[in-house]
């Protein structure tokens, strides 16, 4: 495992490539941002605006996909307040969502948007969600698949053709020149960005998936994007984007931290709208050796709020625990027990980063230099 330089990202990391200078893409593509010509970009972004007002049904200019997160609280006041653009605002529900993610929902609501909360069978959800974490060692996948097909789909039912995302993951975390570049999301980006791990949503038919169970999750062809005239732009692509900042907005429109702390990682004010997200991230200490807040404080150091050493001491004083409250929660949707839950996440255990010993399994070459032994993981 490679460390960059600059950040705390190793190379095990989807999306992440480090270059001879010891420096990961994520970091070039932030430390290029001062050479983007924001304006041009912002003018650019105000001239297609033009292009899409008043062309939905029922007078809707644009469609912003939300969580009720501080992202989407953000999408929402850039479009409607800053542009006076009349959103149709789309959630996928996720059967786990939180008491505090239905709060900050409500926030949202609250800002005057029309508003559809889109729920998937919940008996479809909980064999899928048992499919990926058997075949995956991912309890994110279902949601995800249903928050990317939820946003398209609604978009081409109701003749939207502007769909507006928060940021391309692919400029932000690491990705290829090309498609960090990209203001455009398609249905290519989705499966390599959108936490899909590259597999299409109707291969996880099987003999307790039907087809006709996944159909809602598909997302639509190129094609179908194409013959609706959808365009679904990254609001990252025209202004810079940074999460701390993203919060303070919604803060200010009604959004609530977590009162007790970060989940995982160093936010307080991230990851709390659903008990599978934490999961989600939890499963990269298996597989890529990094916890919540190697991405958290990769995101600080290259806004220059920390130092890699002020990291460092963050990822050795704060484990990216798996929490109780999330995986019971799993556990109880699917009907697991702990252990099984547990035997699952290390058997996806990445041979090469995690060896087996009598005390557990083993993490040798860890940023901090310490010696990982797995079994404080969980609470
Ligand atoms: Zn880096």
């Known amino acids: 495992m490679k460390y960059c330089a600059l950040c705390v990202q190793p190379d095990t990391r989807p999306g992440i490539v480090i270059g001879e200078d010891g420096v990961c893409n994520a970091c070039i593509q932030h430390r290029n941002r001062p050479q983007i010509d924001w304006e041009t970009r ?50 996928y529900r996720t059967p786990l969502r939180t008491e505090l993610g239905q709060k900050n929902l409500n926030a949202l609501i609250n800002m005057n948007v029309m508003h559809l909360d889109v729920s998937f069978p919940l008996d479809v959800e909980r064999r899928l969600l048992v499919k990926t974490m058997e075949e995956e060692g991912s309890a994110g996948i279902p949601c995800h698949m249903g928050l990317l097909s939820v946003a398209l789909k609604t978009a ?8 507006v995302w928060g940021e391309n993951a692919a ?28 597999r299409e949503p109707m291969s996880y038919q099987c003999e307790t998936i039907s087809e006709r169970d996944l159909i809602p999750y598909d997302l639509p062809s190129d094609q179908e994007l194409k013959d609706s005239r959808i365009a679904a732009i990254f609001l990252g692509h025209f202004f810079p984007w940074d999460p701390v900042e993203n919060y303070r907005l919604a803060q ?8 007790s702390g970060s989940v995982l990682g160093l936010y307080d004010f991230a990851d709390l709208d659903c008990h599978l997200i ?12 990094i916890g919540r807040t190697f991405d958290n404080a990769s995101v600080e150091i290259r806004n220059g709020r920390m130092s890699r050493e002020e990291a460092i001491n963050k990822i050795r004083n704060h484990r990216d625990i798996a929490w109780k409250e ?10 697991w027990d702990f252990s099984k839950f547990q035997a699952c996440m290390r058997s996806f255990a990445n041979p090469a980063l995690w060896r087996p010993t009598a005390e557990g399994l083993v993490m040798d070459g860890f940023i901090t230099g310490e010696k990982i032994v797995d079994t404080s993981l969980y609470e």
């Open 42 to 91: 912002r003018l650019e972004f105000e001239a297609m605006l033009q292009k899409f007002r008043g062309r939905g049904v029922e007078g809707f200019d644009c469609l912003i996909p939300v969580s009720g997160g501080k992202d989407s609280i953000y999408q929402v006041f850039k479009m409607k307040y800053e542009y006076g653009m009349n959103p149709l605002c789309v959630t």
């Open 156 to 163: 081409i039912r109701y003749k939207i053709q502007l769909v």
């Open 171 to 198: 400029q932000e975390y690491g990705g290829t020149v090309s498609d960090a570049k990209n203001p455009y999301m398609d249905r290519n980006w989705c499966l390599k960005y959108g936490c899909l791990q590259n």
């Open 252 to 259: 200010k429109m009604g959004f609530s931290k977590r009162s």
């Open 278 to 289: 934490p999961i989600h991230h939890f499963t990269k200490w298996y597989k890529f050796g």
């Open 326 to 335: 999330n995986v019971d929660a799993l556990c109880e949707f699917i009907g």
